[in-house]
Structure formats: structure tokens, C-alpha cells
């Protein structure tokens, strides 16, 4: 196929799948309470649900998270858009907790796939003189996905009783719609042999990449447990603790989370990445009291507050740390180390979830949510700190990286 995108273009491209992979993994969370009433199953099983999604991913991550290193971005994000439409395509013609299980399964495995790709082609595409484009968009793009999916999604749970019948089979032609057109973007890496060593199931982060990686692991946990706690809780809280009864409110909790995720990314690209970080960790530690104490006193308005508060603290943090770790890797390894970032992004988004959904019929789901949000604050507030101790002791790489690292590399297509 001959190529007819230009880098611009076929930037503008990755933004957009990036933006309706994640409005496809939270479009279901609105549609939750709904399905517990047409299905009947627990709480508990609805963090299953939510959780066997990243256990998919994570193993893609683990295998495939490093494939686009060696075959190229655009095969590799063809052929995940099209795994992703089945799972959307399994979740529009579901009936019943089975083929929920399945579609989030195959929706794990299609996003994981595709992450590293992702986010290693929005680098490389980059205009040279403006190297940070690529994680604010990788970031940005994420949670504007996320926000979208559980907006509209809610609303139309408003609008009438069968949202999923109208939000699945857009996305599912969507998705094939824009396979196709990923195959005609500027390749940017040269593509190299697939050994069986390069599937084999691993965390890998580059000699020179881990001090900037590691640092930025207590804020990744802080930032992805927050969403985790949104996307499959915050349905359930809205309802039977806050008493709100308007259909579409947990769905806009959710877009309002992301949606203020969204303008702390773009926030942060006024910043220093160290500094994002540190304001990020900060809001996000002040967030989670506040979302504890509207639980506490019944105040949507003030659940609302939180949200908002810890959605700008996600979208700094993680920001500034893929910037930090974007500056710290090189074109052959990136979408590796990118891979193993979102094994732990993913790792902190289910498991605190999943051991809430545990808690929930024994501890209550009140009580469970404030050992959770003091979970996510204590950890914040460490992050917090360390990002403090890096910025005043000078322990930190150069907010951007360096000219030799983010020079756009010559395109597989060039002669």
C-alpha cells in the first residue's frame, strides 16, 4: 500500500486511536449497574470483570509489549485495532458475565498490544524542536479517551436503557476503519527479525533508562490506583453512597476524573518534568481527602471537588513521568521500556480494585473505599516527598531529552 500520510498526519493518526482505545476499555463502567440488574451478579464479580481487562493486557505487555521494536508500529497497530474490534464486537452482542469476561479478556490483549507501539510512534513522530509532544500526547490522549468513554457512555445510559447497543458497534467499525489506515502512516522503525527470545514473557528496562524509571514508579501506583478506583467502583459509590439516582452521574464522575486528567497533562507541558511530577503527587495526596471526606459527609459536590482535584494530580504525574522516561531511552529500546511503564500503570489500575471488589462484601463498600483512598494518599504523599528530595538534590535526568535521543529517526519507507 503506498504511503499517503504525512509525519503530521500520521501523528494526528496516533492521537486518535490512542484517544478510542481507551474510550473503548471505560465504556463499559457506566453500563456496569446496568448489567448487574439485567445479570444479577455481585459487586464482586464486577471487579473480576473489570480485572481479567488488565489481566489480558499485562500479558500482552509482557509477550508483545516489544514486537513494534522489531516488526514496525504500523503491523503491529493494524493488527491490534482489529483484535480490538472484536472485543467490541463481543461486547456488543453480549448475554451475560461470560462474554463480559471474554470481550474485557480480548480488549486487554488488543490495548496491550498496541501500547508500546503506541507510544513509542508518537515520539518518534514528533516534530524535532518539540520532542515533548509525544508522552503530553501518549498522556493527554489517554485520559481524553477515558473521558469520553465514561461520558458518553453515561449519557447515554440516560437517554435510554440499551446504551451498549449504540456505543459498541461505533467503536467496533471505528477500530476496523482505522486499522486500515494505519497502514499507510511513515514506518519509523527498520524492521528486524522476530526471535521466539523476544516473546518470551519479561519485564525489561534498559541499563540506562531504570534510575529515571524507578523514580517515577511510587507516583505511576498513586496516579493509575485513582483511576482504577473510578473506573470500577465509582458507579457503585455514586449510587448507594452518595445517593445520587440520576442514571448518567457515575458515568460523568468519570469523564470529569479524565477529563481534568486531560488539562493536568497539558498543564504539565509548562513544567519541568520533575516539576509536574511534584505538583501531580501533591494534588493527588490532597484529592484523595477530599474524595474520602465526601464519602464521609454524603456531598457529591464535594466527591465532584475531588475528582477533579486528584484527576489534574493523575495527569501531571503522568506526564511528567513519561517525559522523564521518554528522555531517557533510545528508538531501538522504547516501546520496550514504555511497555514495561504500563505493566506497572496497569498492575496499580486492577489489583488495588480487585482486592476493593474482595473487601467489599465483608468490609462494606463505604468502608472499603476509605481504606483504599488512604492507600492511594499515603502513597502519593511518598511520592510527593521523593519527587522533593530529586528536585532539591539535583538527582534527575534533563526534563527533555536530548537532542541525539529525540532526532526523528530515518523512516523504514525512506530510500
Same mark, same amino acid.
Given at each position: 500500500?503506498?504511503?499517503?500520510?504525512?509525519?503530521?498526519?500520521?501523528?494526528?493518526?496516533?492521537?486518535?486511536?490512542?484517544?478510542?482505545?481507551?474510550?473503548?476499555?471505560?465504556?463499559?463502567?457506566?453500563?456496569?449497574?446496568?448489567?448487574?440488574?439485567?445479570?444479577?451478579?455481585?459487586?464482586?464479580?464486577?471487579?473480576?470483570?473489570?480485572?481479567?481487562?488488565?489481566?489480558?493486557?499485562?500479558?500482552?505487555?509482557?509477550?508483545?509489549?516489544?514486537?513494534?521494536?522489531?516488526?514496525?508500529?504500523?503491523?503491529?497497530?493494524?493488527?491490534?485495532?482489529?483484535?480490538?474490534?472484536?472485543?467490541?464486537?463481543?461486547?456488543?452482542?453480549?448475554?451475560?458475565?461470560?462474554?463480559?469476561?471474554?470481550?474485557?479478556?480480548?480488549?486487554?490483549?488488543?490495548?496491550?498490544?498496541?501500547?508500546?507501539?503506541?507510544?513509542?510512534?508518537?515520539?518518534?513522530?514528533?516534530?524535532?524542536?518539540?520532542?515533548?509532544?509525544?508522552?503530553?500526547?501518549?498522556?493527554?490522549?489517554?485520559?481524553?479517551?477515558?473521558?469520553?468513554?465514561?461520558?458518553?457512555?453515561?449519557?447515554?445510559?440516560?437517554?435510554?436503557?440499551?446504551?451498549?447497543?449504540?456505543?459498541?458497534?461505533?467503536?467496533?467499525?471505528?477500530?476496523?476503519?482505522?486499522?486500515?489506515?494505519?497502514?499507510?502512516?511513515?514506518?519509523?522503525?527498520?524492521?528486524?527479525?522476530?526471535?521466539?527470545?523476544?516473546?518470551?514473557?519479561?519485564?525489561?528496562?534498559?541499563?540506562?533508562?531504570?534510575?529515571?524509571?524507578?523514580?517515577?514508579?511510587?507516583?505511576?501506583?498513586?496516579?493509575?490506583?485513582?483511576?482504577?478506583?473510578?473506573?470500577?467502583?465509582?458507579?457503585?459509590?455514586?449510587?448507594?453512597?452518595?445517593?445520587?439516582?440520576?442514571?448518567?452521574?457515575?458515568?460523568?464522575?468519570?469523564?470529569?476524573?479524565?477529563?481534568?486528567?486531560?488539562?493536568?497533562?497539558?498543564?504539565?507541558?509548562?513544567?519541568? +518534568?520533575?516539576?509536574?511530577?511534584?505538583?501531580? !503527587?501533591?494534588? &493527588?495526596?490532597?484529592? /484523595? #481527602?477530599? *474524595? %474520602? @471526606?465526601?464519602?464521609?459527609?454524603?456531598?457529591?459536590?464535594?466527591?465532584?471537588?475531588?475528582?477533579?482535584?486528584?484527576?489534574?494530580?493523575?495527569?501531571?504525574?503522568?506526564?511528567?513521568?513519561?517525559?522523564?522516561?521518554?528522555?531517557?531511552?533510545?528508538?531501538?529500546?522504547?516501546?520496550?521500556?514504555?511497555? +514495561?511503564?504500563?505493566?506497572?500503570?496497569?498492575? !496499580?489500575?486492577? &489489583?488495588?480494585?480487585? /482486592? #476493593?471488589? *474482595? %473487601? @467489599?462484601?465483608?468490609?462494606?463498600?463505604?468502608?472499603?473505599?476509605?481504606?483504599?483512598?488512604?492507600?492511594?494518599?499515603?502513597?502519593?504523599?511518598?511520592?510527593?516527598?521523593?519527587?522533593?528530595?530529586?528536585?532539591?538534590?539535583?538527582?534527575?535526568?534533563?526534563?527533555?531529552?536530548?537532542?541525539?535521543?529525540? +532526532?526523528?529517526?530515518?523512516?523504514?519507507?525512506?530510500?
Amino acid at each position: 500500500m503506498d504511503q499517503r500520510f504525512g509525519r503530521g498526519a500520521a501523528f494526528g493518526l496516533l492521537v486518535v486511536v490512542t484517544v478510542l482505545l481507551m474510550a473503548s476499555t471505560s465504556a463499559p463502567s457506566p453500563i456496569y449497574p446496568l448489567y448487574l440488574r439485567r445479570w444479577g451478579f455481585s459487586v464482586t464479580m464486577l471487579t473480576v470483570v473489570f480485572a481479567v481487562y488488565v489481566a489480558g493486557l499485562v500479558a500482552a505487555l509482557l509477550t508483545a509489549g516489544s514486537l513494534s521494536d522489531h516488526l514496525g508500529r504500523r503491523p503491529v497497530l493494524a493488527g491490534s485495532l482489529l483484535v480490538a474490534a472484536a472485543g467490541t464486537a463481543v461486547f456488543w452482542t453480549a448475554g451475560g458475565v461470560g462474554s463480559l469476561v471474554l470481550a474485557r479478556v480480548v480488549q486487554g490483549l488488543a490495548t496491550g498490544t498496541a501500547t508500546g507501539a503506541l507510544a513509542a510512534g508518537l515520539v518518534e513522530l514528533s516534530p524535532a524542536d518539540r520532542p515533548h509532544r509525544g508522552p503530553m500526547a501518549t498522556a493527554v490522549g489517554t485520559s481524553f479517551g477515558l473521558a469520553a468513554g465514561g461520558g458518553v457512555t453515561g449519557v447515554l445510559g440516560q437517554a435510554g436503557p440499551r446504551p451498549d447497543a449504540v456505543v459498541f458497534p461505533v467503536l467496533t467499525g471505528a477500530f476496523v476503519v482505522l486499522a486500515a489506515l494505519v497502514l499507510v502512516i511513515p514506518e519509523t522503525v527498520v524492521r528486524r527479525a522476530v526471535t521466539p527470545a523476544a516473546l518470551r514473557p519479561r519485564i525489561r528496562v534498559s541499563r540506562e533508562t531504570r534510575p529515571e524509571f524507578f523514580a517515577a514508579v511510587p507516583a505511576i501506583v498513586a496516579g493509575w490506583s485513582v483511576t482504577g478506583l473510578f473506573l470500577a467502583l465509582a458507579p457503585s459509590l455514586v449510587r448507594d453512597v452518595l445517593h445520587v439516582r440520576f442514571a448518567a452521574a457515575g458515568g460523568l464522575f468519570i469523564a470529569v476524573l479524565f477529563l481534568a486528567n486531560s488539562a493536568g497533562g497539558l498543564w504539565a507541558a509548562r513544567h519541568p +518534568a520533575r516539576v509536574a511530577t511534584l505538583r501531580g !503527587a501533591a494534588l &493527588l495526596t490532597l484529592g /484523595a #481527602a477530599v *474524595l %474520602a @471526606a465526601a464519602l464521609v459527609f454524603g456531598a457529591p459536590a464535594a466527591f465532584l471537588g475531588g475528582s477533579i482535584i486528584a484527576g489534574l494530580g493523575v495527569g501531571l504525574t503522568f506526564t511528567g513521568t513519561l517525559r522523564g522516561i521518554s528522555g531517557a531511552t533510545t528508538a531501538r529500546t522504547r516501546s520496550e521500556v514504555f511497555s +514495561a511503564a504500563y505493566v506497572v500503570s496497569y498492575a !496499580a489500575l486492577s &489489583l488495588p480494585s480487585l /482486592a #476493593a471488589g *474482595l %473487601a @467489599a462484601p465483608s468490609w462494606g463498600l463505604e468502608t472499603t473505599s476509605y481504606v483504599y483512598l488512604a492507600f492511594v494518599g499515603v502513597l502519593s504523599l511518598s511520592a510527593a516527598l521523593h519527587a522533593s528530595r530529586r528536585t532539591t538534590s539535583g538527582k534527575e535526568l534533563p526534563c527533555e531529552p536530548s537532542p541525539s535521543r529525540t +532526532a526523528p529517526p530515518v523512516s523504514a519507507d525512506s530510500p
